[in-house]
């Protein structure tokens, strides 16, 4: 029986220099993708487990992605993501979902490999009782999830990617465009030596184990974390 719904999951393949940026220093480059491979693999086995969902993975189309990804996930599809920006890029992603005839999609990251899975779920559940866009707040601005019941366009153009402005910005389009908004809990993304000492201060991320495991073998006290301007 083909699932209800969809999830995309948009990813990069790991490699130093393209992944985690804002965390070298102190982690070195090689220390940052091994880092994004365990929150990508966390990830990818949260939404695994999730019943009744189609879930793909839409990665950045660098040279050896395509073959990274056909082995990353036993059974989970993969396609390069096209576009020349990010709104481009997950307009189009949206867009394949529909067209394979899913009647709700979301699309998350993989900076959460610890969202709680009954989040995505409760997007699902938000739209079907009414809801036209469901939003996951980031804590930085930005957001977690998008989902919605069919293609809002409005939701992909001329919108401050990346930057701390971005929720507000989508919601006051979705708003002016007369969609029913719902947001999720509000959640955080890994991307700074705050994030994860954040993380670790929390008592770990016992729900991505991969990624647990990684946070229990650095010291980022000891290595003197610093923030920076981030590339990504």
Known sequence: M?????????AKQPAPGRVKTRLSPPLTPEEG??????????????????????LSIHYQD????????AGLAQGVESWPQVGNDLGQRMKNAFARLFSQGFPMVAGIGSDS????GEYILRAFEMLGGGADSVFGPAEDG????????????????????????????????ARGAGM????LPEWYDMDTCED????????????????????????????????????E
């Open 2 to 10: 083909k699932p209800s719904n969809a999830l995309i999951i948009f």
């Open 33 to 54: 993708t091994e880092l994004y491979s365990c929150m990508l693999r966390d990830t990818i086995a949260m939404a695994g487990r999730l019943p009744d969902l189609h």
């Open 62 to 69: 660098d040279p050896g992605a395509a073959d990274y990804f």
């Open 113 to 116: 490999p610890d969202l709680p």
């Open 142 to 173: 930005g957001y977690y999830l998008l989902a919605m019941g069919r293609l809002r366009n409005e939701l992909f153009s001329d919108l401050p990617w990346s930057s701390g402005e971005l929720l507000q910005a989508s919601l006051e389009r």
């Open 180 to 183: 029913r908004v719902s947001l």
């Open 196 to 231: 994860l000492i954040r993380a670790i201060d929390r008592g770990g991320t016992p729900s991505a184990p991969l990624t647990d495991d990684f946070l229990r073998g650095v010291d980022l006290r000891g290595l003197g974390a610093v923030q920076h301007p981030a590339t």
